[in-house]
């Protein structure tokens, strides 16, 4: 049965301290407009907003974490800042992105994100994290970090992908093909995560989307979501967790150990 993205309402909510989160640093874009600039993409004004991130990620954190958690701040601040991307070379990526999963995967080993609240933290907590990082590329115009240009699977992001393409498995009537019907992703993207992505491919891409997103194209052709899903999380692993030039930047502590 597949899963739309408002399943959520039926679901236990999780401690409406994490929503907070996503919604601050949403808020500090719209003070932080970007600066006029001859280059397109890297816009500096991001520098301040990841400053002011950084001024305010202990406070963030210490919001929802219980006294005897306190500590662990010190594990969990970076993952969360990482998250968002690089301030100095103001670029993002999938790399950027697993930061995030990480900082999940910390909260669950901690005890604050449950395994009953699985669905809500991608339906709820990732889905808003995603438009908030829509927003930051969009505004300040993030540089692609280590992407492959047409060959790779998104300038930005690989996880929306997996969790997508997992929420449609077993769908009557949507398809993988279905993505070059531009009326089911006007109806449909808003429920469904890998429809999201395609629908925001195609916004910000010029061009016949088999020229500008091939690899996405070719697999439009798989039968079946899942085997779009256990593809995707090979490529995962293969292409983001096996790659050095992402994962040496990668921190390890206590929670998530080498």
């Not at 991307?85 to 990526?93: E, H, L, P, T, V």
């Not at 992001?157 to 093909?177: A, E, N, R, T």
Request: charged share 20%; net charge neutral.
């Amino acid at each position: 049965m597949a899963i739309k993205s408002s399943i959520h309402a039926t679901i236990p909510p999780l401690s409406p301290r994490l929503f907070p989160l996503s919604k601050s640093c949403g808020l500090w874009v719209d003070q932080i407009p970007p600066v006029q600039q001859s280059s397109r993409y890297g816009n500096t004004s991001y520098r301040t907003w990841h400053e002011r991130l950084t001024e305010n990620v202990e406070s963030l954190m210490l919001r929802f974490l219980p006294d005897d958690l306190k500590p662990s701040i010190v594990e969990i601040i970076p993952y969360f800042t990482e998250r968002f991307g690089n301030s100095s070379r103001i670029d993002y990526g999938t790399g950027h992105e697993t930061n995030f999963a990480a900082w999940l995967y910390c909260l669950a080993r901690m005890g604050i994100i449950k395994e009953e609240d699985y669905h809500a933290v991608v339906a709820r907590v990732f889905v808003k994290y995603l438009e908030l990082m829509k927003k930051l590329q969009l505004i300040y115009w993030l540089e692609p970090a280590g992407s492959h240009g047409v060959w790779g699977l998104d300038d930005y992001h690989f996880l929306p992908f997996i969790f997508g393409s997992s929420q449609l498995i077993d769908h009557k009537y949507m398809k993988p093909k279905s993505i070059h019907n531009d009326d089911i992703l006007d109806n449909f993207s808003s429920e469904y995560m890998y429809l999201s992505c395609i629908q925001f491919v195609k916004k910000v891409k010029k061009g016949p989307f088999a020229e500008h997103s091939p690899l996405l194209n070719d697999i439009s052709g798989v039968p079946n979501w899942n085997k779009v899903n256990t593809g995707m999380l090979k490529m995962y692993k293969a292409e983001v967790l096996e790659k050095v030039p992402i994962m040496q930047h990668f921190l390890f502590g206590w929670l998530i150990k080498w």
